[in-house]
């Protein structure tokens, strides 16, 4: 059997805590928004409280490499310069306890500071989320904070003297009668039991100094913390705490503001940013690096060329990260590559079927502007191209970061800015080629759904072409903007020969084929319903001229008179259609 790499060992809570107030342990998610809710942290205290397990604790101590490395976590003062071990599992549990404990504040979702309050009634052992109604209530302790800072200041004995205290003159003022002795020690009882919730003995898994980071990510995102996967990014962001809180901060606030609508920040409508994608394209902008395992690699200081590590090289790691984070969370640069996708036709986060491919060309973006100086107008060209090609043929999938590594690779050995775009029209050229929109792009076009990446890149390229929704007058880049649709959505997709239509002449297979969608509004969708092409074709082309209908039918890449078309041959012929239409608005770009 092979070594374990891991020791279980049994700690008291409130040893746990208080290793981690002086900073001896680690905590990273003191710094982040805290994601439970108040009913989860009172039920968490009433298992402990009931003797019932909540979960393991997992610690990890990286090796310790550089002891002059002054940096905390958290915004407690600590004795600890560095940490000792860092919290790999089971942050939130311990945030909370921590919270409760010592009435440490944690962050909401907008990084606004706000406290944890527990409320408890020693007599009858329950907890409550505390509120007015609690606050009002004599027998209940309105925050347990009170009473663990209580004791901690020896102050216990004259806590619960003026808690029986003020249960006496409530009741008083009631006519109810003062409490007896009997009564007394049942609350002496119940907040001597509360007290003793530090004495809880937790389940701890100490992962031993020899694991390297990529070892001990690989144990974190395979564990599972109460229910909720752990991911990659939440081990970077773990090591960030410990060497650049500040670098952690600033990737978390880009992150929570791209969400929200808001000035000013970068929120955007196409993308909610992870940190992950800041962290590899900041990696691939300041060290031409597409792999993520890099990304650990420069967080403990490794040289990616001699392989060795040491506290001078990541200082100067940091150093030359932070110079591309700058660039990265910078908002003149976000927000004009957000337009620049708007302008390549892709303006509805719908569309967007890989943020690989909208990161690793954010990453081209920044380093043909910066180094190799191109101006705004051809370096957004490029892109726009790039960005197209890239997520229409799905480059980005499968071995995506040998793909991506490559192509830092070949770029970090380019001179000038002329063989910087050189090199993407060639790229674009070797993926878009005459065989791909004659073969290749309608045999995919015959997939039987309306998603996926090539749809995805025809609604772009009718967005290039300034088209508007079928049988109809708004172009689609307004209606596809999600401020468009309110209970209803604005655009939907619609089959052009109904699924009920099809069922009823006993086409069985195909009904749902991609070439048989069109974008239409919310009205015209209402108005086509399940009818024959034979029955609401003709009602539009009165309706709006025949001028009109050939302009709708070519803007949706549909044959003319396509109503009367047996269905295979009008998949067929339209499959044609909808690659030359791409085509067309590809060559817009």
């Not at 409130?14 to 981690?20: E, I, P």
């Not at 009997?182 to 389940?203: F, H, N």
């Not at 690989?356 to 100086?373: D, P, Q, S």
């Not at 209606?479 to 209970?487: I, R």
């Amino acid at each position: 059997m092979a070594n374990s790499i891991y020791n279980p060992i049994t700690l008291e809570v409130g040893n746990v805590l208080k290793d981690v107030i002086t900073g001896k342990i680690g905590l990273p998610d003191l710094q982040r928004p805290f994601v439970w809710k108040n009913d989860k942290v009172r039920d968490l205290l009433d298992s402990m409280l009931k003797g019932y397990p909540i979960g393991y604790v997992m610690l990890w101590e990286p090796p310790a490499d550089d002891v002059s490395k002054k940096s905390q976590i958290g915004d407690n003062d600590k004795v600890y310069a560095v940490p000792k071990e860092l919290v790999i599992d089971g942050q939130q549990r311990l945030t909370a306890l921590l919270a409760v404990f010592y009435g440490v504040e944690v962050r909401d979702s907008s990084f606004g500071s706000r406290p944890i309050r527990i409320a408890y009634n020693p007599v009858t052992a329950e907890f409550k989320v505390a509120d007015a109604s609690t606050d009002r209530d004599p027998r209940f302790v309105s925050c347990v904070s009170d009473v663990f800072g209580a004791n901690r200041e020896n102050a216990f004995s004259s806590y619960r003297r003026a808690f029986i205290k003020a249960l006496n003159e409530s009741n008083v003022k009631k006519g109810e009668p003062e409490l007896d002795d009997p009564a007394e020690d049942a609350i002496e009882r119940g907040l001597t039991a509360l007290l003793g919730l530090e004495r809880y003995l937790l389940p701890v898994l100490r992962i031993t100094a020899d694991a390297d980071e990529e070892t001990v990510s690989d144990i974190f995102v395979r564990v599972n913390s109460q229910g909720q996967a752990l991911k990659q990014d939440d081990f970077i962001m773990t090591l960030l705490s410990v060497y650049e809180p500040a670098m952690r901060e600033r990737i978390e606030r880009f992150c929570a503001d791209s969400r929200i609508p808001m000035g000013g920040t970068s929120y955007n409508q196409l993308i909610a940013v992870s940190p992950t994608s800041v962290i590899r394209t900041a990696v691939a902008v300041g060290f031409k690096r597409g792999r993520l395992r890099y990304a650990y690699q420069i967080l403990r200081g490794k040289d990616l060329k001699t392989k060795e590590t040491s506290a001078q090289t990541r200082a100067e790691n940091f150093e030359r990260f932070g110079v591309a984070l700058d660039q990265v969370l910078d908002l003149n640069n976000w927000h004009s590559f957000i337009n620049l996708l708007g302008e390549a036709g892709y303006v509805a986060p719908s569309q967007i079927s890989s943020a690989n491919a909208l990161f690793f060309t954010y990453a081209f973006y920044l380093i043909g502007k910066r180094e190799f100086g191109m101006k705004h107008g051809e370096i957004s060209r490029l892109m726009r191209r790039w960005f197209f090609a890239c997520s229409i043929t799905s480059y980005y999938v499968g071995g995506f970061e040998t793909a991506f590594e490559r192509q830092l690779t070949e770029i970090s050995q380019l001179g000038e800015a002329d063989d910087f775009q050189k090199y993407f029209e060639r790229s674009v050229a070797s993926l878009l080629t005459d065989d791909y929109f004659s073969i290749t792009l309608p045999n995919d076009l015959d997939a039987n759904d309306a998603v996926g990446p090539t749809w995805n890149g025809f609604v772009a390229a009718q967005v290039v072409l300034g088209c508007k929704s079928l049988f109809g007058t708004t172009p689609l880049s307004q209606l596809l903007l999600p401020s468009a649709s309110g209970t209803k959505r604005a655009l939907d997709k619609h089959h052009l020969f109904p699924d009920n239509y099809l069922k009823s002449i006993g086409q069985k297979e195909k009904r749902s084929a991609r070439a048989n969608f069109a974008l239409v509004d919310y009205g015209t969708n209402i108005e086509i319903s399940d009818g024959s092409p034979l029955d609401y074709v003709p009602r539009f082309k009165q309706k709006l001229g025949y001028d009109a209908y050939e302009r709708t039918c070519e803007e949706h890449a549909l044959p003319i008179e396509f109503e009367g078309l047996d269905y295979e041959r009008f998949l067929y012929r339209r499959r044609i259609l909808m690659a030359k239409l791409i085509r067309r608005g590809f060559e817009r770009l």
